[in-house]
């Protein structure tokens, strides 16, 4: 703890009557009460419990801290139950969390909590899961492994933040994405759709026919869920659009007396919905 000797004081905390005051890493400076420090925060608590350095009158006790600005003054609007700063990025999400756990103040926390799950924050699941991992919030975390699966987490993009998640729950974020590819894959490979041999018979006529435009078409399938496991762009869209969707829909007998088709699409459509819809959705 040291004496005043530079910076300015920030508007909303420059009260004469505060008898601590602290020190952004940038210099701007904080009044504050010592009783609303003790009563808010299990650090300055124990802080304030040691024998503390006689200072001369009207000469409050400064304190210097590691946080920038923005973040102590977000930390102090909160325990001071003043108007709250929006949070519009992660960035200063972490920094506030860990600031607020590093002075042991569970108000802060919990606002933030809160704070993580509306817009803009929300729509951004893999930094939302990561918040709510490390932080053992797990209705927030479901939240943003159910939203997470319209993301490919195995793209470039994604692997910063994946690195900074402990290893259970990269791992449980992966299996989630993986158990719902593996569960399509094995859905498309029961009955009621097509089994067995690639050689099978025209339900008409017997003539021989080859499954070759269902195969691709489970297999462009299997692909998609793999890079979009939400499973949105296969019902609403590739079953319809693509062209192995397209040449499965196409699919007749080649047997020119017969022609039946083989596949029935919107009976299909529906039977691969219900796939997707049956998969595990959070970890």
Known sequence: MIPV??????????????????????????????????????????????????????????INLDEDSHTLESLLLMICGLPINPLASYDEVDALLFAAEKYEMPGPVSLIRVFIMTPPLLDQPLRLYAAATRCG?????????????????????HQPILRKLRTGAVLDLVNLHRDRREG????????????????????????????????????????????????????????IEWSEAIAC??????????????????????LIRDCIDSLPKTT
């Not at 808010?40 to 024998?51: C, D, E, I, Q």
């Not at 829909?249 to 529906?270: F, G």
Request: hydrophobic letters at 35%.
């Open 5 to 62: 000797n530079r910076g300015v004081f920030h508007k909303s905390f420059s009260s004469p009557d505060a008898d601590v005051i602290l020190g952004a890493k940038d210099h701007t400076l904080f009044r504050i009460h010592s009783w609303t420090l003790k009563t808010t925060s299990g650090w300055f608590r124990s802080l304030f419990s040691m024998p503390q350095q006689s200072l001369l009158p009207n000469h409050p006790e400064t």
């Open 137 to 157: 919030w797990e209705e927030e975390a479901k939240r943003a492994s159910t939203q997470s699966l319209a993301l490919n987490i195995y793209a470039p993009e």
């Open 184 to 239: 399509i894959r094995k859905r498309l490979d029961e009955q009621p759709f097509v089994t067995g041999s690639s050689m099978a018979s025209c339900p008409r006529c017997r003539w021989r026919i080859d499954h070759h435009a269902w195969r691709e078409l489970k297999y462009k399938v299997v692909m998609e869920m793999d890079v979009r496991p939400l499973g949105d762009t296969v019902v609403d869209v590739g079953l």
């Open 249 to 270: 829909w196409d699919a007749k007998c080649p047997n020119s007396e017969c022609t039946c088709v083989l596949y029935d699409k919107v009976e299909t459509l529906r």
